[in-house]
């Protein structure tokens, strides 16, 4: 399974980007994904999730109202679109995906296991 990520870059505050996830190697309607993200020295962090039915989605509480995630079957693509960006937002951003189908969304970074290469988003003016 691979797992490419895109859209980053530079954003001034309050600016908005879309983050893409193509995965390949695996069908992946079947399965939830996931959008982590990581500053410097700090930990992996949840940012948001979808459901493999793409009925429910969860967001950490610092990006609730702001982003969206949203994914495309047909695309076997998962994207995150990022408004009113805050340079507290800066990371580089990873999607990832379980290794089992039908698993509940976790915001534990541990339980996935599939990872994007990370796409580095800096909000900054």
């Known amino acids: 399974v691979q797992l490419q990520a895109s859209g980053g870059g530079w954003v001034q505050p309050g600016g908005s980007l879309r983050l893409s996830c193509a995965a390949s190697?695996?069908?992946?309607?079947?399965?939830?994904m996931a959008w982590f993200r990581q500053a410097p020295g700090e930990e992996k962090q949840f940012v948001a999730g979808i459901t493999w039915t793409g009925n429910q989605r969860f967001y950490s509480d610092s990006v609730n109202g702001r982003f969206a995630i949203s994914r495309d079957d047909a695309k076997n693509t998962v994207y995150l679109e990022m408004n009113s960006l805050k340079p507290e937002d800066t990371a580089v951003y990873y999607c990832?995906?379980?290794?089992?189908?039908?698993?509940?969304?976790?915001?534990?970074?541990?339980?996935?296991?599939?990872w994007g290469q990370g796409t580095l988003v800096t909000v900054s003016s």
């Open positions: 990832a995906l379980p290794n089992e189908r039908y698993a509940s969304v976790s915001k534990n970074y541990r339980a996935y296991y599939h």
């Open positions: 190697g695996r069908t992946f309607s079947r399965y939830q």
